[in-house]
């Protein structure tokens, strides 16, 4: 009596399946050195601009009691940002041609929700930092394994934009008034940005 295969069963002489294999560049796509350049502009871009937000709610609530946790916050963007100085000299990357309009409008967004209140300007920043968490998980993927490095520095920036987010949401962010309404349209204005400073 012969044996009679299970049906999952691999047998010795069976194809195996193929390992799945890396996207082919495109046409369109960009080279990886083109991209390591984009990812480096737009971060240090968006770093900066948080650095603009959380200096412009400062300036309006920095005596107050939610100065504090902004201040921590903003040392954290420092952080950030000077990573991502370091990495533009290092990679030669091509700093955003927008930066007059990231200082000003980054003040300005900043200071405008933290006149609303203290929880306007938390729901700036779940807004801003939801939006950065979307980002950061796209520029990983689309840098994969080619620099492991970034990618790292990228995953650890990520979670501390997550941290900030949870702080918005535990110091009042969505009892802001029209919180969906100030959310949808800070998260707008964020993708738009990214969008920019990624080509300008």
Not at 52 to 81: D, F, N, S, W
Not at 89 to 98: D, G, K, Q, T
Request: overall charge negative; aromatic content about 4%; some cysteine.
């Amino acid at each position: 009596m012969t044996d009679r295969a299970q049906p999952n069963q691999v047998q010795p002489n069976q194809a195996q399946p193929s390992q799945a294999q890396p996207r082919r560049r495109l046409p369109g796509d960009l080279t990886p050195d083109a991209l390591l350049d984009r990812v480096i502009r737009v971060d240090h871009a968006g770093e900066y601009g948080a650095k603009r937000i959380y200096e412009g709610q400062l300036a309006v609530l920095g005596a107050k009691p939610e100065g504090k946790v902004i201040r921590h916050m903003l040392e954290q963007e420092l952080t950030h940002l000077h990573a991502f100085e370091k990495l533009m000299v290092e990679r030669r990357a091509r700093p955003s041609l927008l930066f007059p309009v990231w200082h000003v409008a980054g003040f300005a967004l900043g200071a405008a929700t933290a006149l609303m209140g203290p929880k306007a300007a938390m729901a700036c920043t779940v807004a801003v930092e939801e939006v950065i968490d979307e980002h950061y998980r796209e520029q990983k993927l689309a840098l994969g394994e080619a620099e492991p490095e970034i990618t790292a520095k990228i995953e650890q920036f990520r979670a501390e934009e997550v941290e900030h987010r949870d702080t918005g949401l535990a110091h009042g962010a969505e009892e802001a008034p029209a919180y969906p309404l100030l959310s949808r349209a800070i998260k707008t204005g964020s993708r738009l940005a990214i969008w920019l400073a990624e080509r300008v």
